[in-house]
């Protein structure tokens, strides 16, 4: 049974890091195509200021390009763990800045059950996944500072030999 669990835990561990590089790449490229974070944004006070510097599409543009910027990031793990680990901070930042949204966006709460607040499908529901998607991101960002000191260690250990 350790066998199967060490390569259920590896398959995961794959699919969670490069799942990760899909959706913040694919969610980046997609900010290219439409702008659909501006009624998100402008409601923001942490993120608001930046229709005063920017357009909305320079807005869109930037926050795609850093998405996909830190997809390249964290893809390169098995190369470069330190620069991965430069992505995942990246993917931090931006799931932080996006979670917030849950507290500052109108009408996302659509009923009460119960007392337990009900969110609607968009963008309520939709800002969900980014409680899972920042869990994996701190992971990569862990496992990529972990792999990295390794490497440096390493690369000392030969230096001294």
């Given at each position: ?51 005063d510097v920017l357009s909305v599409g320079a807005v869109a543009k930037t926050l795609g390009t850093t998405e996909i910027v830190a997809a390249v990031l964290i893809a390169l793990r098995p190369l470069w763990p330190k620069v991965s680990a430069v992505g995942s901070a990246m993917a931090v930042v931006l799931f ?66």
């Amino acid at each position: 049974m350790t066998n199967l669990s060490n390569r259920l835990t590896t398959a995961g561990q794959i699919v969670s890091r490069y799942g990760l590089v899909v959706v913040l790449a694919w969610i980046g490229f997609g900010k290219y195509a439409k702008f659909e974070a501006r009624v998100l944004i402008e409601h923001s006070p942490l993120m608001s200021w930046l229709y005063d510097v920017l357009s909305v599409g320079a807005v869109a543009k930037t926050l795609g390009t850093t998405e996909i910027v830190a997809a390249v990031l964290i893809a390169l793990r098995p190369l470069w763990p330190k620069v991965s680990a430069v992505g995942s901070a990246m993917a931090v930042v931006l799931f932080l800045g996006t979670l917030s949204f849950l507290f500052t966006t109108p009408g996302l709460v659509v009923a009460h059950y119960d007392g337990i607040p009900v969110l609607g499908a968009q963008p309520g529901q939709f800002l969900l996944k980014d409680l899972v998607l920042i869990g994996v991101a701190l992971w990569t960002l862990g496992d990529a500072l972990g792999a990295g000191e390794k490497q440096g260690t390493n690369t000392t250990d030969l230096m001294e030999a």
